[in-house]
C-alpha cells in the first residue's frame, strides 16, 4: 500500500488528479520487487501493464541481432515505461532490466482502458508523458546520429586543412558526406553546429578552422 | 581555384531548380543547361549558400570550400 501511493505521488501521470480519483486508481494497481539485474520485460513480447519506478533504476533498452545494446533511457522513481506499446497495443517496444534493486508499481493493459475512460485529467497527463517521450527520442536519435557525423566531419576538415606547403585542398559537401559516410544534409548541419560552438567559421566558398584545439578534441584524433 | 558554382553540362538536365532557389540570382537556364549568370554576380554574393548543389538532383552542381586554419 506505501508503494502505490509512493506512485501516485511521484509519478506525472497522476498530477493534478483529487484524492477520489486517485483512489479509484489505486484499487487497479499492483506491485513488484524486482532484483538487481533482473529483466522486467523483454523486447518483442507482448505488452501487457505499464510500469512506474517507486525506487531504484531500470534500463530501457533494445538489442541488435548482433548482440549490441543500446539504451534508450535510464526509468528512475517516477519514470514509467512501456507506456507506447501498451497504449498502442503490439508488442514491448525495448526491453528493462532493473540495475538496481527496484520497487514498481504497474497497471495492467486490460484495466487501462477503464482507468481512462473513468478519469479525463489522467488522460490529458498520458499525453503529456508520452510528449515527453517522443521528445527524448528525438534528441537520443540527434545523439546518435548526429554527434558522430560531427565528428567525422572535424576530422575530415584537420586532414584536409592547408598543408605544410600553404597548399589548400577544396571539398564539396557532397565529398564530406562520401569521406564521412553519411548524407550531405548531414555535413551541412555539423558545419553549422561546429560554427555555433565556435569551432570553424563559414565563409564564402571557405571554411576557417578558428579553434583548431576543440576541433581535434572533437575529431577524438591525437594533436 | 572555383569561387563560383562548377557546373557539369552533361549531368545538367535542365530542371532548373536550382536557378529557382538561388538566392542571389546568379544562375540562369540557357539552352536548358544552368549556366552561372556572370561571375561578377556570384562573387558579389555575400551568402553561399550551396542551396543550388542541395537541390540538384544529377550532381550537376558544386560548390566548393576551402579551409584554411586561423592563425
Known amino acids: 500500500m506505501v508503494a502505490k501511493v509512493d506512485c501516485l505521488r511521484l509519478s506525472a501521470y497522476f498530477s493534478g488528479l483529487d484524492s477520489e480519483e486517485l483512489d479509484s486508481i489505486r484499487e487497479h494497481m499492483f506491485e513488484k520487487s524486482v532484483a538487481r539485474g533482473e529483466v522486467i520485460i523483454f523486447e518483442g513480447e507482448p505488452a501487457t501493464a505499464i510500469y512506474i519506478v517507486i525506487s531504484g533504476v531500470v534500463k530501457v533498452f533494445k538489442t541488435s541481432t548482433d548482440g549490441k545494446e543500446q539504451i534508450i533511457y535510464l526509468a ?21 532490466e532493473a540495475i538496481t534493486q527496484v520497487n514498481l508499481c504497474g497497471i495492467k493493459k486490460d484495466e487501462l482502458k477503464a482507468i481512462l475512460l473513468g478519469n479525463p485529467k489522467l488522460a490529458e497527463n ?98 | 581555384m572555383a569561387k563560383i558554382p562548377i557546373i557539369d553540362r552533361n549531368k545538367c538536365n535542365g530542371c532548373g531548380l536550382c536557378v529557382e532557389v538561388c538566392s542571389c540570382q546568379a544562375l540562369v537556364l540557357v539552352d536548358n543547361t544552368v549556366e552561372v549568370r556572370e561571375k561578377r554576380e556570384c562573387h558579389q554574393c555575400t551568402k553561399w549558400c550551396t542551396m543550388c548543389e542541395m537541390v540538384c538532383t544529377t550532381g550537376a552542381i558544386q560548390c566548393s570550400f576551402e579551409v584554411v586554419t586561423e592563425e
Open chain 1, 76 to 96: 528512475r522513481p517516477g519514470d514509467s515505461f512501456n507506456d507506447v506499446p501498451v497504449f498502442g497495443g503490439g508488442l514491448n517496444l525495448a526491453s528493462a
Open chain 1, 126 to 223: 498520458v499525453l503529456k508523458v508520452l510528449s515527453q517521450r517522443v521528445e527524448q527520442m528525438v534528441s537520443l536519435v540527434e545523439d546518435l546520429s548526429f554527434r558522430r557525423v560531427t565528428g567525422r566531419v572535424a576530422k575530415i576538415l584537420l586532414e584536409n586543412a592547408e598543408d605544410t606547403n600553404g597548399q589548400r585542398h577544396r571539398l564539396t559537401q557532397q565529398e564530406m558526406a562520401a569521406m564521412a559516410g553519411t548524407a550531405r544534409e548531414m555535413i551541412g548541419r555539423s558545419l553549422k553546429l561546429l560554427e555555433d560552438e565556435g569551432k570553424v567559421r563559414l565563409e564564402r566558398n571557405r571554411i576557417v578552422i578558428t579553434d583548431k584545439k576543440a576541433l581535434v578534441e572533437i575529431a577524438g584524433v591525437g594533436a
